[in-house]
């Protein structure tokens, strides 16, 4: 089964565009509610990257939460019954995000209550897609066979990275009271397709829930850590989203206070990136033939962190001519070394996805197919552990003082440890190939 015959599948096309309608939405919202507060609500480059930490965090705190429960339910129940009770949660989730935007945009009550409700149905978000995760990779290798699954990941994954980028490109560009009908209107959409999902009964035998959150989550990945193979490719990918979290708190707060551009301009930024992925992760893919490894990974990030470096030094360049009123689009354009930074931003995020794709195929192939969703989920709790521990990194860093200019140094010095353990991940593949 060739790449192109995946989306003729009726085994894999319906989960492709359900995911894809999520992602989507995610971004509409997220996106849609930090550009207005940061550019509307906010005048504080330390306030502006404080609130911009504290939306991702809160977003991705469920994660870190209910990944072990979300893994077990996966494993336990049908993953196409799951699916649609989740997408029907989002149409309830996304009518209270609706109201909150609504509320901001008419100025009531923002501070005590627009902007808190906007926080809780965000973290909703956040609940729901904890739960979706684990789903979405682990149905592939029921559904494809072996030699496929690397093939639906990277689908997978670029069709995130194009559903963030028309979610981030109509959030900057339409109004919130716009934004705040298309996040329903796509939440239904999104359980209509749903409903087309195959079934995916459990694969393995059924046992009961383990209710003890805590409990659960380190047992889970205590039993990860026990396949070398699985555990330095979940603490890969995990620091890898760490660096990412921390470049997009940073993408909102640099745009207008050092690039000193419209809200469009930064999610310009945001599109730039989201293409850059999605292009890192068909290129891998290409490279590998198919194979599940970790060959590339270590050169990707470091050649990564090299960009950053490389994107800090035009940032402090731009800022010794920066514009004195917020730049359009147009303007951003033709303003001098404009084309020369997104190259820049593109070649990050390229290096980023040729690293981090690869590594989701561990995941799914190193570990018995009724304990795929559980791998997932003690992924996700690393990784949101991770994540949330970027954006603390950034409030503190915003609150301290710390210019955004400046974080990126941070970012880039990350990528080394990252091009560590995916070092470790390739010798340890080597050692014990599947």
Known sequence: MTSLDLLRSRKFLP?????LLNAFNDNLYKNAMVLFVVYSIYNSEAAEGAFSGIASGVFILPFFILSALAG?????RDKAKIIRIIKFCEILIMVVGSAGLVMAWEGIAVHSFAIPLLLVALFAMGVHST????IK?????????RESVLAGTGW???GTYIAILAGTIIAGWISVEAAAVGIVLTAIIGWLT?????PAPPQGEVEPLDWHILRASVKLVRETMKIRQVWLAILSISFFWSIGTVLFVQFFPLAKNVIVASKEVASLFLVVFSVGVAIGSVVVNRLLKGVVSARYSPASVIVMGLFVVIFYVLCKIWQTDAPTDLLTVREFIAWPMANVLLLCLLGIAISGGMFVVPLYAFLTTRVAPDKTSRTIA???IVNSGAMVLGSLIVMGMSVAGVPVTEQLLFTGS??????????????AELSDPA
């Open 15 to 19: 989960l492709f565009v359900t995911q």
């Open 72 to 76: 077990q339910l996966a494993d336990m």
């Open 131 to 134: 739960f979706f995760g684990p």
């Open 137 to 145: 990779y682990a149905i592939l290798p029921q559904h494809l066979p």
């Open 156 to 158: 997978v994954e670029a």
């Open 194 to 198: 749903s409903l087309t999902v195959p």
């Open 378 to 380: 003690a992924n996700n």
């Open 414 to 427: 990350m990528c080394l440890v990252s091009a560590w353990l995916g070092g470790l991940l390739h010798k």
